[in-house]
């Protein structure tokens, strides 16, 4: 039960979930059974979804009739990409494109929660894609049905060929952080689908949460401190000086992990592998000596807080490496994050009732209401 006064719901348990477990104490996270580690580097995003939505792995049948199911619902409709262009046009923000779009894809669509999970997690590449490419006076791609749904990411933002170790390293970063507990944008899409709203409806609220600095913002200051430094001599130097003005170095410490986030584990070794094949290899052994430095003079500094390398520095690592500009840090995130979303807006309403906490007031009490103007009729 909560306290009195408790803010921010803070350690209350507001659903049973079998989705995804994170343990802060051991630096765990489990999705479905399979410890992150296990999983991310080694799965097709496919197969995550198979999981997550229907509690198993997909056999080689489900597995082929998934992705193809998948890879046809990749058209956008015609109101959404008018609406990307009227985005595009008007400058708007990434996230706020990605937000309005999404609230399109129920137009001219039976309502299934099932067929909206799909639809949502097929759309969200062709979106984030379209809209990039709008916004610096290119046309969008055409979609195509014979690429995974991490190399069409990528073509959809890029076009031309995609390299195996660059859509593995996307594919192991919408593995990792697919999932992760009952985050804000996640509650956000709970609550709303607890209603007996749909699905489209609890995605486009998750996304508006997401969008927030508090919840979905920080990888690329992570990486903007990296080319801060610039050097590796210069390491220590520039740290020091920012924890003295009282800044946070970003990419370190979470509010949930006392130990190392389990899922900088897993992004370190994939951009340890892409960086070893492609990519800028002195950023990488740059962001490799910051890391070190800053987790040292952490700990030196702040003995009673653990404050190790989280998700966000190496997202930021491995997404700039993979091309992707940082105003699409985030709404890649989000093509990952749908996919939790949706899977959590299926179980809720499957087994979840109406989520209606309390809360409690700290207002006046007594007040009386006195007109101060006589009515003269």
């Not at 129920?106 to 097929?122: C, H, I, K, N, Y």
């Not at 080319?227 to 979470?254: D, N, Q, T, Y």
Request: proline share 6%.
């Amino acid at each position: 039960m909560p306290t009195k006064g408790q803010s921010g719901l803070q350690d209350v348990i507001a659903a049973s979930t079998r989705l995804s477990r994170v343990d802060g104490e051991a630096g765990r996270l489990i999705l479905a059974g399979y410890a992150v580690e296990e999983i991310a580097p080694r799965a097709e995003f496919e197969q995550i979804a198979h999981l997550l939505w229907y509690g198993r792995l997909p056999d080689s049948r489900e597995l082929t009739e998934l992705t193809a199911d998948l890879s046809s619902r990749r058209r956008l409709p015609p109101p959404t990409l008018a609406l990307l262009r009227e985005a595009a046009r008007n400058s708007v923000p990434a996230m706020d494109a990605l937000r309005m779009a999404a609230a399109t894809l129920s137009m001219g669509r039976p309502e299934s929660p099932d067929e909206d999970a799909r639809t949502l997690v097929a759309l969200f590449p062709t979106i984030v894609g379209a809209f990039w490419r709008l916004r610096n006076g290119q046309e969008p791609l055409e979609p195509r049905t014979d690429l995974s749904h991490a190399e069409y990411c990528l073509h959809q933002m890029f076009g031309g060929p995609i390299g195996k170790e660059q859509a593995r390293g996307l594919e192991t970063y919408l593995n990792t952080v697919c999932d992760h507990g009952l985050n804000a944008s996640t509650f956000v899409a709970r609550v709303i689908v607890s209603t007996r709203s749909d699905l489209i409806s609890a995605v486009t609220g998750a996304v508006g949460a997401l969008k927030g600095p508090l919840h979905g913002g920080a990888p690329g200051p992570a990486l903007d401190m990296v080319f801060e430094i610039g050097r590796p001599e210069r390491a220590g130097e520039v740290i020091l000086s920012k924890l003295a003005r009282g800044e946070r170095l970003m990419g370190f410490g979470h509010r949930v992990y006392r130990v190392r986030d389990p899922r900088a584990d897993v992004l370190a070794a994939a951009a340890e592998r892409f960086y070893a094949t492609g990519g800028d290899r002195e950023l990488y052994t740059l962001a490799r000596a910051v890391e070190k430095v800053a987790v040292r003079v952490l700990a030196e500094r702040k003995p009673e807080r653990r404050l190790d390398t989280n998700v966000e520095f190496y997202t930021a690592l491995l997404l700039h490496g993979l091309g992707i500009p940082k105003e699409l840090f985030s709404p890649t995130f989000s093509i990952a994050r749908v996919l939790g979303w949706t899977a959590h807006c299926l179980e809720q309403l499957r087994d979840g009732r109406l989520i209606r906490p309390k809360s409690d007031y700290i207002g006046p009490l007594g007040l009386r209401f006195e007109s101060s103007t006589a009515n003269p009729n």
